[in-house]
């Protein structure tokens, strides 16, 4: 069981993210914290309450809209034939 108080490298490993991203957030204002003489300081609640706020549900979340896989700007068919005969001709001329 962690400590009451956690210090910023043991809540950092709590979340599995490094304590510069841990520090990020608490300067971002998305995570709460203890100021203590001694510093920064975790509790439990603090970190299960962010993990709760950053947790999702598929079925609600925005879905990205779906490309049809054409990334040319016409989706004419190209006659392979009359581009490399147009191709070679310039060429020569």
Do not use: H, N
Request: glycine share 6%; charged share 30%.
């Amino acid at each position: 069981m962690p400590p009451p108080l956690m210090t910023e490298g043991e809540a950092a490993k709590w979340l599995a993210i490094c304590s510069r991203t841990l520090r990020a957030l608490r300067q971002e204002g998305k995570i709460t914290y203890v100021q203590m003489k001694s510093g920064i300081r975790y509790t439990l609640d603090d970190l299960q309450a962010f993990v709760e706020s950053q947790r999702t549900c598929r079925s609600t979340a925005a879905k990205a809209p779906r490309t049809s896989g054409c990334r040319s700007r016409s989706p004419a068919v190209l006659d392979f034939e009359a581009v490399r005969a147009k191709r070679t001709r310039g060429k020569r001329g």
